[in-house]
């Protein structure tokens, strides 16, 4: 329970909010923590291309390495989501 003498929450910790954006003509929609879709909106915007067309292209490597894991591993793919919030991580903490 939230009292009047309680800090506001981080945005850091606000929960998934979901968006729509169109892959390759099929709109779709991602749920993700604001932090993590002003994150993606910065690097869409510091490689000079849409926030779509970053999406896209984040999928397609999702996608190919899909393709290539064994089908009968343990391993589960990682749904577009997470794939976005590792492409983050990979770009900024790396």
Known sequence: MT????PPASPAFIGPVKHSVTIRGHRTSISLE???WD???RAAEAEGEALNALVA???ETRAASL???DRH???HP???ASTI???LWEKYCE
């Open 67 to 69: 393709s290539s894991t």
């Open 3 to 6: 009292r009047l003498s309680d």
């Open 39 to 41: 994150a993606l909106r």
């Open 73 to 75: 591993s343990m391993q």
């Open 78 to 80: 990682a749904n577009l």
């Open 34 to 36: 604001p932090v993590f």
């Open 85 to 87: 919030r590792i492409w």
């Open 57 to 59: 292209r984040i999928d």
